[in-house]
């Protein structure tokens, strides 16, 4: 059973699901979305997170690296990323904390331990536990299996947050332990779909489809980005496939932000989202308007 990487365990969590929550981020996504407000989410290995602002070129990682990969030039230090082994010596010695590894493998027993140690408030507020991402869906079935078969002996209320590009036979493995799904759709188009996301939709709407077909509690999840979906053609499209094909039990709609950019230069990675937009408030209300006279009236806007 591969263990799959941790990013983050967020305690009290109230936007990932119903109540207060802790909410575990998975690595490892197989969509690319352009606008992604977690880019250390995507890749399924441990990454180096530079912090540019906070090195003051003192050369302590330089010197310490036993693999050489550092050069500090113009008082910023340079990592040949393909040649670090990503040992974490660098870490304790950057007193400036520029250095951080981010992915750690939790055994299930361990995530379980920090898990229980909020148990107090799911029981208080209607909460539980979110498995997040990357896309927890893609992540090792039998851990998974086991993980979510422990969590729910301990009677918590299981959330799993997909962007459902994962194949169907990881839903059917774990579709009796989860009580919600929540699940993004972006845009109808298929075309759009694989130029910002980097694959088509076609898997993501058979997921939905199936998952609403076995009665499962759906939140449906839009993020609208100005110049990619937000549009009210883009959003009639979205209203028509839901009403024909999905139960759906809430909706929220997620306007895009920058939030997270700064993210992308710490992992020396471009972000490719500078052109986007951030829907107007009266656009939102225009769509809120779509989906309610169509019957769908638990529809709000944020998380
Ligand atoms: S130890 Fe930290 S502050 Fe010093 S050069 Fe390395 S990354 Fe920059
Ligand atoms: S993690 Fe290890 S190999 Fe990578 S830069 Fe730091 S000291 Fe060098």
Not at 131 to 142: A, R, V, Y
Not at 158 to 163: F, G, K, L, R, S
Request: glycine content about 8%; charged content about 30%; hydrophobic content about 30%.
């Amino acid at each position: 059973m591969a263990i799959p990487y941790v990013i983050n365990i967020q305690k009290y969590s109230l936007h990932d699901g119903d109540g207060i929550r802790t909410t575990i981020f998975f690595k490892g996504c197989l969509l690319n979305c352009w606008w992604c407000h977690n880019p250390e989410s995507q890749r399924y290995t441990p990454e180096l997170l530079f912090n540019y602002e906070r090195c003051k070129g003192c050369k302590e990682c330089e010197k310490i690296c036993p693999e050489h990969v550092i050069k500090v030039e113009e008082n910023i230090a340079k990592t040949e990323r393909e040649n670090c082994i990503l040992c974490e010596t660098c870490l304790d010695y950057c007193i400036n904390e520029a250095r951080e590894i981010v992915g750690k493998q939790y055994p299930i027993e361990e995530l379980l331990k920090e898990i229980d140690k909020d148990k107090m408030f799911y029981e208080e507020s209607g909460g539980g536990v979110t498995l997040s991402g990357g896309e927890i869906m893609t992540q090792d079935i039998g851990y998974l299996v086991e993980l979510l078969k422990k969590i729910k002996k301990r009677g918590y209320h299981i959330t799993i947050d997909t962007c459902g590009y994962a194949p169907q036979k990881n839903y059917e493995a774990l579709i009796d332990y989860v009580d919600t799904f929540l699940y993004d759709i972006k845009t109808m188009d298929n075309e759009v779909h694989k130029k910002y996301m980097g694959k088509g939709n076609e898997l993501i709407l058979s997921n939905l489809k199936y998952l609403s077909e076995c009665g499962k509690n759906i939140y449906i999840r839009i993020p609208l980005i100005g110049g990619v979906n937000s549009s009210q053609e883009s959003i009639k499209d979205i209203v028509k496939f839901l009403k024909e094909n999905v139960q759906v039990k809430k909706i929220n709609l997620l306007p895009y932000h920058k939030a997270g950019t700064n993210k992308y230069e710490k992992l020396d990675l471009s972000y490719l989202g500078e052109d986007f937009v951030t829907p107007s408030q009266e656009e939102l209300e225009k769509y809120l308007d779509i989906f309610r006279k169509n019957g769908f009236s638990d529809v709000k806007i944020g998380g």
